[in-house]
């Protein structure tokens, strides 16, 4: 869990998850325009829904959504608009952009090279 502050055994000691949080850095603006392109979601949709496709993994908070949200909005790749609710409440829903659909789509061809790299160093020899 990336958020948690909380400290892991490692050989001979602790470590934090400042590792965790410096590539979760990285990711966010991949995982977001993920979690987008299947349909508009609003924040805490996404909140709830990262959590649950990554297990627990990811536990974004407002803090981290809602900044990152408003740059892809800022960059043009989500759209921001307002939706009423049946109820009369209204929720700003994201929703991918063709710029932000062509982005996500190089940053996983990246991940995936950068992904199956790693795997084959991590991977003992044989």
């Given at each position: 869990m990336f958020d948690s502050g909380e400290k892991e055994e490692a050989e001979g000691g602790y470590f934090t998850m400042e590792y965790g949080k410096e590539l979760l850095k990285g990711?966010?603006?991949?995982?977001?325009?993920?979690?987008l392109r299947a349909q508009p979601m609003y924040g805490y949709q996404i909140i709830r829904e990262m959590d649950s496709r990554s297990r627990g993994y990811f536990k974004f908070r407002e803090?981290?959504?809602?900044?990152a949200l408003?740059?892809?909005?800022?960059?043009?790749?989500?759209?921001?608009?307002?939706?009423?609710l049946p109820s009369g409440k209204e929720r700003r829903y994201y929703e991918l952009t063709?710029?932000?659909r062509g982005l996500l789509e190089q940053k996983l061809a990246?991940?995936?090279?950068?992904?199956?790299?790693?795997?084959?160093?991590?991977?003992?020899a044989g």
């Open positions: 990711s966010t603006d991949t995982l977001l325009l993920s979690l803090g981290t959504l809602y900044p408003h740059r892809l909005e800022g960059s043009g790749l989500v759209s921001g608009s307002w939706r009423r063709e710029k932000g990246e991940w995936q090279g950068f992904s199956s790299a790693v795997n084959l160093i991590m991977q003992p």
